[in-house]
């Protein structure tokens, strides 16, 4: 991928720009203590973190639904919302990216409601041209489906385009929808360790690794 041909920059929304862990983690299980179910661990709870709600709803809610788990989610998600946090150099790099021009999208596994409260919370959704949600495709990360949707949004070609994502089923989802991927934290096509370094792939050509 050339600088020139640098056109969208799709972003995840939790453990990218916010760390949601210990909120999620919250919510998990007053969802499983609203349907009478145990709580898990912390640890066994990180290990899942960030998989799509078809997967949450057959491995630990069992008989029930995926709306009804979203439901409660988002009910247990208004308690909890408080517990999420920032990353220091999101705002930062949102400015720059749009000072640029760069077409900038968000792509997440969670709900509209939960991702629309974390944006307004934070002030991060003008820096968003397109925000494609679960609520908005038929299947979630890992399938290729958001980033699809969000680049035909925003009038690009995947293979114009970045994914910064971090975890797995991010750059799973990234590379079968062609783009090229970025890890933050977890190997992609490249991968980085500070969210700020993603400029660097506007000025030079990225080369997969």
Sequence with gaps: MQKEEVKAILFDLDGVLVDSLDAWFDVFNDTRKHFGLKPVSKNKFVREFGSPIERDT??????????????????????????????????????????????????????????????????????FRVIVTMDDVKRRKPAPDMILKACKMLKVNPKNTILVGDTMNDMIAGRRAGCFTVGYKVRGDNRIEKLNSITRFLNQNPNRT
């Design 58 to 127: 057959k491995k630990y809610f069992k008989g029930r639904t995926i709306e009804e788990v979203k439901n409660v989610y988002n009910a247990n998600f208004r308690k909890r919302k408080r517990y999420v946090k920032l990353f220091p150099q999101s705002v930062a790099v949102l400015k720059k990216l749009n000072k640029q021009k760069t077409k900038l999208g968000l792509i997440t596994n969670s709900t509209k409601f939960i991702t629309s409260t974390i944006l307004h919370h934070f002030k991060l959704k003008k820096y």
